[in-house]
């Protein structure tokens, strides 16, 4: 999972304190994606971090003073819910080192991932949905082996904001190319990439075959195209009964907080009136 960037849209609360530990209701974000991949099964989660990430590390582990005076003032609820977090996967942690960009974080976890499929998320993009998105993913890929990336329909005039997946005509949820920001008009489809993929071991290679991209960053999207263009299967994975939010700038995470708090029947009633304009 990536988790490295500076978060500089939220400056000045990232400066102390990491974007993705910034609260939705009472979780942080980052646990709220880890839950998501524990969900689809996935037991050893590796965070890609930067500087200024401590806090990551130090919420994913034990707090034996904190468990101990919870435990002395009886607070058995609360000791519950942060010993869970420590439990909920095997974590480990490698610094980004290389060109700025979504694709080095990949690069740095080769040595632990080895020859196995993957996935790959980020940090700051939620799904909310009936059956943990990532689930979704696993169930597919399992079905029919092939790199996955999450997509979601957003309106055409929005479609110059993300990376557009153009699908092979009549070959189902199969990828011809991904399109990095089209022309509303020019669009190959509506269908936006988000921070969730299935890569296959050959993306380590890829990303060091292709050139740097746009603002001399590595990017993601120019490794798949690669194996794409090889011959690679890849499919595309749309979210079911469920919306994404991302999370990466003030007024996408206020609206993730709004659905996120919505969505629990302990807060639901009592907020509603406080979002109903």
Known sequence: ??????????????????????????????????????????QDIIFVTGGNKRAIEDHF????ELESWLEKKKKQKELKIIRQIADLATFSYVRQ?????NGTPVLNVEHLVGKEHFLYAFSDDLVLSKVPFAKQMVAAYE???????????????????????APRPGKGNAI?????????????SRLAVFGRYI????????????????NGELWIADGLQYLINKGAPAFYTQIKDGQWYTTGDPISYLRAIRAFTLARSDYRDEVKDIFSS
């Open 61 to 64: 582990d034990y707090h034996p």
């Open 143 to 165: 079905k029919n082996p092939g790199i996955y990336i999450g997509v979601q329909e957003v309106p055409r005039e929005e479609v110059h904001k993300y990376g557009i997946v």
């Open 97 to 101: 080192k290389g060109p700025y960009g």
């Open 1 to 42: 999972m990536a988790v490295a960037g500076f978060g500089t849209r939220f400056l000045p609360v990232t400066k102390a304190l990491p974007k993705e530990m910034l609260p939705v209701v009472d979780k942080p974000v980052v646990q709220y994606v880890v839950e998501e991949l524990v969900a689809a099964g996935i």
């Open 199 to 214: 890569l296959p071991p050959e993306i380590f290679a890829a990303l060091r075959a292709v050139p740097l991209g746009k």
């Open 176 to 188: 011809a190319s991904i399109v990095e920001k089209p022309d509303p008009a020019n669009t190959p």
